[in-house]
C-alpha cells in the first residue's frame, strides 16, 4: 500500500528513514520515546487521508492502528521509568529541620544522599535548612524560609565550557559556592531574584532576598548585580552588561551590594564589623583563598575556643562563617563542632551539635527542671537592613518532662531598641530531645524557636528569631542544670 507523503511525513522520513515505516522494523528502529509518539500522530494523519481518497481500505488501516496503537502502549510498558525522568544534576549532603523539594511527580523531604533535579523547587521552612553538592562541584547552602529553583543545569566532564546553569532565589537566603560548570562558562550562568540578574565571576557568595530589598555579600571572586529591565532579561545568561549594574568583589572587605525596590540602581552597604580590617584579618582571608572558600575558617578569637569551656558537656554551638558575627563567643568553626558530634537544629549561621549517645534518659523522666542560662549571642537587624550587636540581659528555662513541654523567657537589647522582652512555649519531643516554637500567621512567623536538649537533660540549647519594631533579634542560648 503506497503512503501519502504529507510534508509532516516526508520530514519524519528524511530523520528517521522509511525503514520506520515496515511493520517488522517499528519496534527496533522507531520505538525511542518522542520518536515512536511522533510516528503515531503522523501515521494516523495519514492513515486519514488514505480513507478520505479510498473509503474501501478503511478496514485496513483501522486495524493496523490498533494494532500499532497497541505496540506503543506494550512498549511504553517496558520502557525504564528513567527514560522519562527529569535529569540527575545533584544530592543533598545536609538536612536540618523540615524542608521539602518539589518536582513535577510530587514532593518530599530532602534527605542526605537524595537527588536533585533539573526543575527540582527547594522549600525550606524556620528551622529548615539543605545543603546541595552539584555534580560540577559546586555547593549551595540554602537556608531557613528560602525558595530556591533549579531551572536548568546542563554539565559535561567532557566540554565544561558547554555548561549551562540557571537558578534562582525567590526568597530567603542561600550561600552559592561555584563549580567547574560557572568557572568554565561564567557567562552561560545566572542567579535570578525577583528584582535583579546575579552573574558570577568564580565566586562564593550569599544572597538575602526578602520582599523588597536584595542584599549580596562575597566571600570570593566578584559578582555583578543588574536591576531587570530592557537590557536585562531573565530568561537571559550571565552578566547583565547594562549601566545600572554594580559589581562587587571580595577585596571590597566590608561591603555589601544592595537594591531596594523603587531605587534607581544598587547601592553599597557598609557591613563591616570594628576592627574587621586589621592585618590579622587580612591574613585569614588570604589563608582561606589558599585552603578553600567552602571550609569554615578559624578566626584568632579561637584563642578563648569556646570548647575549652564547655569542657564535657555535650551541646555545643557551631558557626557557618568564616568569622563570628560581634560579640559572638559563644560559637566555634562548623567543622570543629561537627568533629564527633550529630548536628540538631540550626538557622544558617547558629548550628547546635550534640553528643550521640546510645543511651536517652529523656523519655524516662518525669520532673519539672529549671536551666541557667550560661551563655548566648545575639545580633539585631533593623529596618534598613543592617547587622548591629544585641546582647541578651537575662533568661529562664523550664522544662516539663512530664507533660513534654516548656516555657522561656529572655530579656534583649541593641542599640536604639531599649529592653526588650521575648517568650516561647512549646512541645518537646523525648525521642529526639527537639522542641520547637512559633507564633505568628503560619505563613510568615512574627517569632520562632527551634533548640535540643542532651540526652542526659544536663544541657540545652536553643535558637531564636523575632521581630521587635521594624527590626528582627536573631540569636542561640546555651542552658545548664
Not at 483501522?62 to 512498549?75: D, I, K, P, T
Not at 539543605?130 to 547552602?141: E, L, Y
Not at 562548623?334 to 548536628?343: D, H, Y
Not at 536538649?453 to 519594631?469: C, E, M, N, P, W
Request: aromatic letters at 8%.
Amino acid at each position: 500500500m503506497a503512503i501519502i507523503q504529507t510534508p509532516y511525513l516526508r520530514a519524519f522520513m528524511h530523520t528517521h528513514g522509511a525503514s520506520c515505516f515496515r511493520p517488522r522494523v517499528i519496534l527496533r528502529t522507531c520505538l525511542t520515546g518522542q520518536s515512536f509518539l511522533y510516528f503515531n500522530t503522523i501515521s494516523l494523519k495519514n492513515m486519514f487521508l488514505q480513507v478520505l481518497m479510498n473509503p474501501s481500505a478503511l478496514a485496513a488501516p483501522l486495524l493496523r492502528g490498533l494494532f500499532m496503537g497497541a505496540c506503543m502502549l506494550a512498549a511504553l510498558a517496558h520502557l525504564s521509568p528513567s527514560a522519562f525522568a527529569s535529569q540527575v544534576v545533584g544530592e543533598v549532603t545536609l538536612t536540618i529541620g523540615k524542608s521539602k523539594i518539589e518536582r513535577s511527580a510530587g514532593e518530599a523531604e530532602p534527605q542526605k544522599g537524595s537527588s536533585v533535579q533539573e526543575g527540582d523547587i527547594i522549600r525550606t521552612t524556620d528551622n529548615g535548612h539543605v545543603h546541595v553538592r552539584f555534580i560540577d562541584g559546586a555547593r549551595v547552602s540554602v537556608r531557613p524560609n528560602s525558595v530556591f529553583r533549579i531551572h536548568e543545569f546542563k554539565y559535561s566532564p567532557a566540554d565544561p565550557a558547554a555548561s549551562v546553569v540557571r537558578l534562582s532565589l525567590d526568597s530567603g537566603e542561600a550561600r552559592s559556592i561555584s563549580g567547574a560548570a560557572a568557572q568554565a562558562a561564567k557567562e552561560r550562568f545566572r542567579l535570578n531574584t525577583p528584582l535583579v540578574a546575579i552573574g558570577v565571576k568564580g565566586t562564593d557568595f550569599v544572597t538575602q532576598v526578602s520582599k523588597d530589598v536584595i542584599r549580596v555579600t562575597v566571600n570570593q571572586g566578584a559578582i555583578v548585580m543588574a536591576p531587570f529591565d530592557s537590557g536585562c532579561r531573565a530568561e537571559s545568561l550571565g552578566v547583565c552588561n547594562t549601566t545600572r549594574a554594580k559589581e562587587l568583589t571580595a577585596e571590597m572587605l566590608g561591603q555589601a551590594l544592595v537594591y531596594r525596590l523603587g531605587t534607581a540602581d544598587p547601592s553599597f552597604q557598609n557591613v563591616s564589623k570594628s576592627g574587621q580590617l586589621d592585618s590579622n584579618k587580612l591574613l585569614q582571608l588570604d589563608r582561606q583563598l589558599r585552603d578553600g572558600a567552602d571550609k569554615p575558617l578559624a578566626s584568632d578569637t579561637e584563642a578563648k575556643n569556646p570548647l575549652s569551656v564547655v569542657g564535657s558537656n555535650r551541646l555545643i554551638w557551631g558557626r557557618w562563617s568564616r568569622d563570628p558575627i560581634s560579640n559572638d563567643s559563644l560559637t566555634v568553626p562548623f567543622l570543629e563542632a561537627m568533629r564527633g558530634n550529630e548536628v540538631t537544629v540550626g538557622d544558617g549561621y547558629y548550628f547546635l551539635f550534640r553528643e550521640p549517645s546510645n543511651v536517652n534518659l529523656l523519655p524516662t523522666l518525669t520532673t519539672k527542671a529549671d536551666f541557667g542560662l550560661k551563655s548566648s549571642s545575639a545580633y539585631y537587624r533593623n529596618a534598613a537592613n543592617e547587622m548591629v550587636p544585641a546582647s541578651v540581659q537575662s533568661g529562664s528555662l523550664s522544662i516539663d518532662f512530664g507533660t513534654k513541654t516548656y516555657t522561656t523567657q529572655l530579656s534583649l537589647s541593641a542599640e536604639g531598641t531599649g529592653l526588650q522582652s521575648y517568650a516561647q512555649s512549646g512541645a518537646l519531643n523525648a525521642a529526639t530531645g527537639i522542641f520547637l516554637g512559633r507564633s505568628g500567621p503560619e505563613v510568615a512567623p512574627t517569632s520562632s524557636l527551634a533548640g535540643a536538649i542532651s540526652l542526659d537533660a544536663r544541657q540545652a540549647g536553643y535558637h531564636f528569631k523575632t521581630q521587635i519594631g521594624r527590626g528582627t533579634f536573631v540569636g542561640a542560648t546555651l542552658w545548664g542544670r
